[in-house]
């Protein structure tokens, strides 16, 4: 058992007879009255996303994980295959247990959490950032880089980005995972 002070993201708890994933939280300290924990709880099963808020010293249960490196190798329909780094022993996942599915290129490795107690794959984590090449886009402007103006981008996992608009197709660009939003254009 676990109390609200060793809430922090990534940590797998069971609460509402689900395994939910805290990704988001915030500890709050009122003025008046006790201080509580603001959560946003991601469940590991259906991929539903609630908001809850746990008082301050409440216990909660933490589930034991193991993290261990996958390559993602291809996406079948909605199914996506990854072979264990270490002992290239290969696994299929549900497309609604990634986080952002669209961003993911084959070869790229992943962190893939596991459930210690049975084995069972609870969510995938994917890197901070990916590099991608950009498929499709609006020409780009010389010289238009003074604006924070942007356009939509098509990369080659077929993920649309919206880009500064000096992005030209076949650019490599450096996408953040956790929003889908572009960060810079990659250094060759």
Do not use: W
């Not at 190798?73 to 986080?99: C, R, V, W």
């Not at 893939?112 to 780009?140: C, K, R, W, Y």
């Not at 490599?172 to 960060?183: L, Q, R, S, V, W």
């Amino acid at each position: 058992m676990a109390s609200t002070s060793d809430i922090r993201k990534g940590l797998c708890i069971r609460y509402n007879n689900d395994i939910y994933k805290i990704i988001e939280f915030l500890h709050v300290k009122p003025g008046k009255g006790p201080a509580f924990v603001r959560t946003k709880l991601k469940s590991v099963t259906s991929g539903k996303v609630i908001d809850n808020t746990f008082s301050a010293g409440h216990k909660i249960e933490d589930v034991r994980v193991e993290t261990r490196s996958y390559q993602f190798l291809y996406p079948e329909g909605d199914t996506f295959h990854f072979m264990n780094t270490d002992d290239y022993n290969q696994i299929a996942l549900q497309k609604d247990s990634l986080d952002t599915p669209d961003l993911l290129k084959e070869g790229e490795i992943v962190t893939i959490i596991f459930n210690a107690e049975d084995q069972m794959p609870l969510s995938v984590e994917m890197p901070a950032s990916v590099i991608l090449e950009v498929t499709h886009t609006e020409p780009g402007v010389k010289g238009n880089t003074a604006t924070n103006a942007t356009k939509p981008a098509t990369v080659e996992t077929g993920a649309r980005i919206n880009v500064p608009l000096f992005i030209n197709e076949g650019d490599k660009i450096k996408i953040d995972t956790e929003k889908g939003a572009y960060m810079e254009r990659a250094k060759e």
